[in-house]
Structures are given as C-alpha cells and as structure tokens.
C-alpha cells in the first residue's frame, strides 16, 4: 500500500506539473478524503481539478479516532481558515465518509451554502458492511467512533441527516473488488456501499460508472465528470440515458464484448499510468474495442485499444506465455515531453523492472528516430521506448516478454 501511495503522489506531481496556477479568482475546491484514508488517497484528482483551473484543497482529519461531531468542528475551522477570504465559490469533493462529513458540516451552518458538491461513492443512507460488524466489538473499534455510525439502522448519521439543499451530485461504482462485502450487499455495489443507497434525497443529478469504492477518485473520466458539475451543476450524460455511463458507452461494453476485455478495460482506466497521463491530456476515451486472441494454461491473451481526442491512443496486446506490449500514441505530438518521458518511468517503476534509463539503444529511420531502455536483466527482456517523427515525440512503449 506504502508503494502504491508512493506511486500516486509521484503521478500527481507529474500530472500537476502540466496545470497552470489558478488565476487569483479561481474558485476553490476543498477534498475530503473517505474512512481510513488520507489527503494522499485524493492526489490524483487534485491534480486534475488544478489542472482544470480550480484552486485544491485536501482536508485530512483523524477518520477513527474522533467522534463526527468533533470532524464537523475540525472542518468548519479549516474552511474558515482557508476560504473566508476568498471572493469565488467554494466547493466541496469528497470521497465516502467525506460526504456524510460535508453534509454534516453544511447541515449546520446559519448563511445558506452558495457552491456545488460531488460526492463519490458516499453511504448517504448508510452501509450494510457496518451493519455486519454490529456483534463485532473488534472490528467496530477498527471502524471508530464516526466509521460506526455509518450502518443503516436509525442509530446511523444517515438518519439523522435529511434531503440535502444544496447543489449536489454523486458518482458511485458498481464493480468491487470486496467479493465478501458485496456478498453482505444487496443489489449492484461497490464493494462497500449498494448504488441504491448512495441515492440522496434532493440531489441535482446522478452517475453510475464502472469504478470500486477504493479507486474511484483516480478515474480520469471521474475527475472528468467531477469539474463538468462543479461548473455546470450537472453530469455529462449521453442522450436518452437515464443513468450516464462516464466516458459513454464504448463497445467494450457492447453484448459481444469478452468479459476478459472489459475487466482489462476497467483495470487500466483504474491503475495504468499511461492511461491516466492520456485521459489527463485528452479527456475520457471517446472508444474501446478489443479481443481475445489466444488461451493458453487457462488464461485468456489478447488485445484491448482505446481512442482519445486529436488522434491519441492507448494500445496493449498480451500473449502467452508472460508477454505484453503497451503503447501510447499521439500523432500530433505530446504537449509536454518532459512530462511524457516521467510518465513511462512511472509506469516501468510500478510493474518492477529497474530500466537503465541512461544508455538508450538508438535507432534512426527516415525522420523516425526511436531510443530504447533496457532492463539489464536478460531473464525479464523488458524495455521502454520513446519515439521520435520530425523531432516531436510521438509515442511511448513499454514492452515485456519473460
């Protein structure tokens, strides 16, 4: 967990790197982070959203260790301190127990709250994953004295707490990756929270995408989803849907599409560093298609594409036995090289290979000018590219064949 947090913070940094300064009267953003989880958990989005033009702030508090009375009195005073002088709107964006906080906090102001909110993932009418750890002295302390007001009998927060009045919209997940929480859910979840009861009485709009509970702020189509309503006070949503899908309906999804291909669809929007970089720079994918190629000891092989704005594109291909290939292309040229460059190491770092990144195997083709890095270990024949036409690079590659 210490190395995917490392990872995330280091792909923010990179990803913030390309957002301007906030113009002095940008509006302001503050996150709140979910139970168990801190400021580093949002890092990603923060930067999209600076990336977006908004100013970010990321509210930490202890989530287990203090009563939800005294997490109100903590964020009321951080607002105070960061935002009362601030002449542009304030919004909120938080993530699970984030939203129960916020609505908390905003339940009890006097003046009328006059900014937006998005809550990803929020248990607005409770989780039955808390109700299961009624009997459970153990797992209740694990839980804290907030975490375990968050079930969904009347002695819940989410009682408590009636129709919101404010502008509100929800993204919630329907895929988990908790096979023994969704158990205890009934109906379509996130691994933690069912899409019925992040439902919330008085809300301006509401998205269904195909995130967990635990990944959702790091989707880029999210973040995508996120600034659209801060700005606008609803999603983008395909015509005629009654429930937008982010990043629309690509035929990934369609009613031949292999189950392999959109699990390895969701599984590189989520944690794929190429992907994040792309969606940052070009939006959410405007299509998916892919196959199964090949089976080999029981597992399925093959291909997965997805299309960006200005021609971009992600590609890998997977073979037996161990071997794949990724590819992100921009024909146009990627905007910031240098960023581009930090990416593909980013992503050589997480799977593991140690790629020597100072003695590049040159070669030169017409105006194609590709540099490529090894791995020194022969066993992992590993390698990352960069590819150059007419000066600009175009492509970054990454491939592994043990």
Not at 199 to 204: C, D, H, T, V, W
Not at 280 to 304: H, I
Request: glycine share 10%; hydrophobic share 40%.
């Amino acid at each position: 967990m210490k190395r995917y947090i490392l990872l995330l913070s280091v792909l923010a940094t990179a990803l913030g790197a390309c957002a301007r300064e906030p113009p002095p009267d940008a509006d302001t953003v503050i996150l709140v982070h979910g139970l168990g989880r801190t400021p580093a958990s949002m890092l990603v989005l923060e930067a999209r959203l600076e990336g977006a033009g908004y100013r970010v702030e990321s509210f930490g508090y202890p989530s287990r260790s203090e009563p939800i009375e005294d997490l109100v009195v903590r964020l009321a005073t951080a607002v105070q301190e960061c935002c009362s002088d601030r002449e542009k709107a304030v919004h909120f964006v938080t993530h699970s127990m984030g939203g129960v906080l916020v609505r908390s906090y905003l339940a009890g102001r006097e003046e009328p709250f006059e900014g937006r909110v998005v809550m990803l993932s929020p248990p607005s009418q409770g989780s039955e994953i808390v109700d299961s750890y009624a009997d459970s002295p153990l797992l209740r302390n694990l839980l804290g004295p907030s975490g375990v007001r968050l079930g969904t009998d009347s002695t819940g927060i989410a009682s408590e707490l009636g129709p919101v009045d404010f502008s509100l919209g929800i993204i919630t997940g329907d895929r988990s990756i908790n096979p023994i929480g969704s158990w205890l859910i009934p109906g379509p979840d996130d691994g933690k929270v069912s899409v019925s009861r992040a439902r919330l009485e008085g809300a301006a709009d509401f998205l269904v995408v195909h995130a967990t509970h635990t990944f959702i702020m790091n989707r880029g189509d999210v973040a995508e989803q996120v600034a659209h309503f801060l700005a606008n006070g609803e999603f983008l949503r395909e015509e005629g849907d009654d429930v937008a899908l982010a990043g629309g309906k690509p035929a990934c999804d369609g009613p031949d599409a292999d189950p392999w291909v959109t699990e390895l669809r969701d599984r590189v929007l989520t944690f794929d560093e190429l992907v994040a970089f792309a969606v940052a720079a070009y939006g959410a994918p405007l299509r998916c298609e892919g196959e199964v190629n090949d089976e080999f000891d029981g597992m399925k092989f093959g291909s997965l594409r997805l299309d960006f704005s200005e021609g971009a594109s992600f590609d890998v291909e997977t073979m037996p036995p161990e071997t794949s290939v990724a590819t992100l292309s921009a024909p146009s040229g990627f905007v910031d090289e240098v960023l581009a460059r930090q990416v593909l190491q980013v992503y050589a770092e997480r799977i593991g290979v140690e790629v020597d990144w100072t003695a590049p195997e040159v070669s030169v083709q017409g105006d194609t000018r590709v540099e490529r890095f090894w791995d020194p270990d022969p066993g992992l024949n590993a390698s990352a590219s960069h590819v150059y036409a007419a000066g600009s690079l175009v492509e970054l590659r990454f491939s592994m064949a043990l």
